[in-house]
């Protein structure tokens, strides 16, 4: 049973290029969480997402950045026009019901900015 | 403006030694608090969490002490052992009644646990 498969594992965007994340979800879970870690920060809440629904993304940079999970295929995270304060890790994790307790984070995608 | 505050940022403990860990916190609506352990290249794995309602919740060689009134915790590791050297995350959630959510968690920065051999 695979857990949460996140690809790339590295990603390196020249500035203003765009950046796509992508995140399978365990089988068997249709709730996805994307956090991302700074350098030297913790991980922080961006998106929560379900099945063709955006349910929070409180924590959603207003500008750039977007995040989708449709009906087939696995959640895509977007950064538009990348900015070297993108340089980040990119956690996903997922549940089988809302809820952190049944968190599984997959390996995050590393993305560099040059 | 940092919710949780995890000190110290890294750690070097020698073999059989115990590693501590502490965690402050500003928001008493926090109810939840789990700590996560993370090897490099790795995403953040649930290590052992604990709920404001006990001082004390023990699992093998981990033990989160909590002490609601200074509004601190704690994670202990007993017997460190070269295999527990990760970086270990506490976290904190404030629930649904209270403005927050049952899917959202506070991260602290991190602390870098080095167990020598």
């Known amino acids: 049973n695979a857990g949460v498969m996140q690809n790339p594992r590295h990603l390196v965007r020249r500035r203003g290029q765009e950046a796509r994340l992508r995140c399978s979800p365990m089988k068997g879970h249709s709730h996805v969480y994307w956090y991302r870690q700074l350098p030297e920060e913790g991980l922080k809440f961006m998106v929560y997402l379900q099945k063709e629904n955006i349910i929070d993304e409180s924590g959603m940079p207003k500008e750039r950045f977007s995040a989708e999970f449709p009906k087939e295929g696995p959640s895509i995270l977007r950064i538009q026009q990348v900015v070297r304060g993108d340089s980040a890790a990119y956690f996903c994790?997922?549940?089988?019901?809302?809820?952190?307790?049944?968190?599984?984070f997959g390996s995050g995608t590393r993305l560099t900015v040059v | 403006q940092q919710q949780v505050k995890q000190s110290p940022q890294s750690l070097i403990v020698q073999k059989g030694g115990i590693s501590i860990i502490n965690c402050a916190y500003e928001n008493t609506a926090f109810d939840y608090f789990p700590w996560y352990q993370q090897f490099p290249g790795k995403g953040p794995a649930l290590l052992i969490a604990i709920r404001p309602d006990v001082s004390e919740k023990k699992e093998g060689r981990f033990t989160i002490s909590f002490n609601k009134s200074a509004k601190q915790f704690s994670l202990h590791i007993m017997d460190s052992q070269p295999g527990d050297s990760a970086t270990y995350f506490c976290a904190a959630s404030e629930p649904p009644n209270s403005g927050g959510s049952n899917y959202k968690l506070t991260f602290g920065k991190g602390t870098l646990l080095t167990v020598n051999p």
């Open positions: 994790a997922s549940s089988p019901q809302q809820g952190y307790y049944g968190y599984t």
